[in-house]
Nanobody
Framework: QVQLMESGGGSVQAGGSLRLSCQVS????????MAWFRQAPGKEREGVAA???????TYGDSVKGRVVISKDNAENILYLQMNSLKPDDTAVYYC??????????????????????WGQGTQVTVSS
């Protein structure tokens, strides 16, 4: 059973930066796609960034150029570095994972995969 635990959220002023972390445990043998999603009050969940089993990365349009997803394979930690934060980035950020068939991932946008492992979320608040 894969378990995900986010940390690193907080309050920051517009233009500031935050780095979110997701500690991953309980991996079984296989290949996984890892991702960050967010959900603001009254809004639908939105895909922020994904790192697939082949190391490729995908970013949501609203954050492209301002965030970087990375992974420390030795420590099993997924990161989301967020820069130039805006008030619209205020949301609960979730780490997610899904097992994929192999090192060559499916062709669909990984932010549209059906993720079945989720963390509890970490709050990010950006003030103007």
């Amino acid at each position: 059973q894969v378990q995900l635990m986010e940390s690193g959220g907080g309050s920051v002023q517009a233009g500031g930066s935050l780095r979110l972390s997701c500690q991953v445990s309980g991996y079984t043998y296989g290949y996984y796609c890892m991702a960050w999603f967010r959900q603001a009050p009254g809004k639908e969940r939105e895909g922020v960034a994904a790192m697939n089993s082949d190391g490729s990365t995908t970013y949501g349009d609203s954050v492209k150029g301002r965030v970087v997803i990375s992974k420390d394979n030795a420590e099993n930690i997924l990161y989301l570095q967020m820069n130039s934060l805006k008030p619209d980035d205020t949301a609960v950020y979730y780490c997610a994972a899904v097992e994929v068939a192999g090192r060559r991932p499916p062709p669909q946008n990984p932010l549209t995969y059906h993720y079945n492992y989720w963390g509890q979320g970490t709050q990010v608040t950006v003030s103007s």
